[in-house]
């Protein structure tokens, strides 16, 4: 069974400001992805950045980063020159490799962007 | 740019009433996603489809069942709604080959 974890329920950070949202994961799959989704208050559910697991590089997105660290299965996401529409819940998930290949998503976390 | 639709943003209905809730996508995904999202527990998925009139139980179908007669649509039924169904449910979609998943704006039902 794949689990995901984001144990920080909330955040806030000042505008301009770099924060940095957490996860660890925990699968026995060798070959996997790991997402984080953006759901802005009251809007659709965003794909933010994708890293693939075999894959050593850290995925760059714009203002947009990961730490990805394989053998600690944690996968932080680093959020710079923060804006007010980042204000939004954050969603850390984690497919298997493969054609049927399903998400598990962590509880997510609530990022405040204050002016 | 792919789009997911869903057939109502908000949705009211009483217990023990049918409850059927559409998604349809543009892109000719294979796979489709339903799952719900409650406040503190996440996205927990209800049942996926990865064909047409093909069907898996995700992590908690009790009380739902799905319909997939046309790849682009993938409904979502509740046979007898109660009020531990008031719920977001979101509905996604993504082709074979690539992992990362496609939303809808979502549906948030009140069962009163």
């Known amino acids: 069974a794949q689990t995901v974890t984001q144990s920080q329920p909330e955040m806030s950070v000042q505008e301009a400001e770099t924060v940095t949202l957490s996860c660890t994961y925990d699968t026995s799959e060798n070959n996997y992805y790991l997402f984080w989704y953006k759901q802005p208050p009251s809007r659709q559910m965003i794909l933010v950045i994708r890293?693939?697991?075999?894959?050593?590089q850290n995925a760059t997105e714009n203002r947009f980063s990961v730490n990805f660290q394989k053998a600690a299965k944690s996968f932080s996401l680093k959020i710079s020159d923060s804006q007010l529409g980042d204000t939004a819940m954050y969603f850390c998930a984690l497919g298997r490799w493969g054609a049927n290949s399903k998400l598990t998503f962590g509880k997510g976390i609530t990022l405040s962007v204050r002016p | 740019d792919v789009k997911v639709t869903q057939s109502s943003r908000y949705l009211v209905k009483r217990t023990g009433e049918k409850v059927f809730l559409e998604c349809v996508q543009d892109m000719d995904h294979e796979n489709m996603f339903w799952y719900r999202q409650d406040p503190g527990l996440g996205l927990r998925l209800i049942y996926f489809?990865?064909?047409?009139?093909?069907?898996e139980k995700g992590d908690i179908p009790e009380g739902y069942s799905v319909s997939r007669e046309k790849k682009e649509r993938f409904s979502l039924i509740l046979e007898s709604a109660s009020t531990n169904q008031t719920s977001m449910y979101l509905c996604?979609?993504?082709?074979?080959?690539?992992?990362?998943?496609?939303f809808g704006p979502g549906t948030r039902l009140t069962v009163t």
């Open positions: 890293q693939e697991a075999y894959k050593q």
């Open positions: 489809s990865y064909d047409v009139k093909m069907k």
């Open positions: 996604a979609s993504r082709p074979t080959d690539i992992y990362e998943q496609y």
